[in-house]
């Protein structure tokens, strides 16, 4: 069974601290999402890496995907509290051919406080 | 922006009863997939969809559970008699292709099960 462990399950910091959430997993995953959610309504991707070692940014927001394609980390700088709200990692099952099935975390649940 | 929608937002049943789950995946896509996230719990993959068949299933779609894709719209996911452990929120997702690509959530529909 492949699991995903993600770290801290809560955070809350002041705004303009820099903060970081990591995804945790003793599997290969052959890609990792990065999701938002809000509550009572899905899940709404911000990205998605796919090679080892591959960082992408979105403005404040940087992720990391691990060399093994194992773990994966969220960075965010100087949080505002927009960015309030709960954070998921998913991996993708499967390679190609297959449907890619995700499996997430628990999620990250994230405070900024003005 | 096209988007998924579900129906109905919320649906209270009585335990034992049936119930029928309705999605429209965006017009384009090809792959579908059910999540359930019971309250304070992580998203679960259910089971995946294309070309009019079952592509995946995960040990929670058991009997109980189909789906089906009744006709070029809607996608349904059918309880046949529901148990109190069935209370979730039920997401509907899909894709232009499988593997890798971006999943689209819908918002979402709140099972509450008596």
């Known amino acids: 069974t492949q699991l995903l462990e993600q770290s801290p399950q809560f955070l809350s910091i002041q705004e303009g601290e820099n903060l970081t959430v990591y995804c945790n997993s003793s599997?290969?995953?052959?890609?990792l999402q990065w999701y938002r959610q809000e509550p009572g309504e899905g899940p709404v991707l911000l990205v998605t890496v796919v090679t080892g070692g591959e960082v992408k940014k979105l403005k404040r927001l940087t992720f990391q995907f691990g060399d093994a394609r194992k773990d994966s980390s969220l960075h965010i700088t100087a949080a505002q509290p927009g960015d309030t709200g709960l954070y998921l990692c998913?991996?993708?099952?499967?390679?190609?051919?297959?449907?890619?099935?995700?499996?997430f975390g628990k999620g990250t649940k994230l405070s900024v406080k003005p | 922006e096209p988007e998924v929608t579900q129906t109905p937002s919320h649906q209270v049943t009585q335990m034992g009863q049936e119930v029928i789950l309705r999605c429209v995946p965006i017009s384009n896509h090809l792959y579908f997939y059910w999540y359930r996230q019971i309250l304070g719990q992580k998203v679960e993959f259910l089971v995946s969809?294309?070309?009019?068949?079952?592509?995946?299933k995960s040990e929670i779609f058991d009997d109980q559970f189909s789906v089906e894709r009744p006709d070029g719209s809607n996608f349904t996911l059918k309880i046949r008699s529901t148990k109190l452990e069935d209370s979730a929120m039920y997401f509907c997702a899909s894709s232009r292709q499988g593997y890798t690509d971006t999943q689209y959530f819908g918002p979402g529909t709140r099972l509450t099960v008596l």
């Open positions: 969809f294309y070309n009019n068949e079952i592509s995946e």
């Open positions: 998913a991996g993708v099952v499967g390679y190609g051919g297959s449907q890619g099935n995700l499996i």
């Open positions: 599997s290969v995953f052959s890609s």
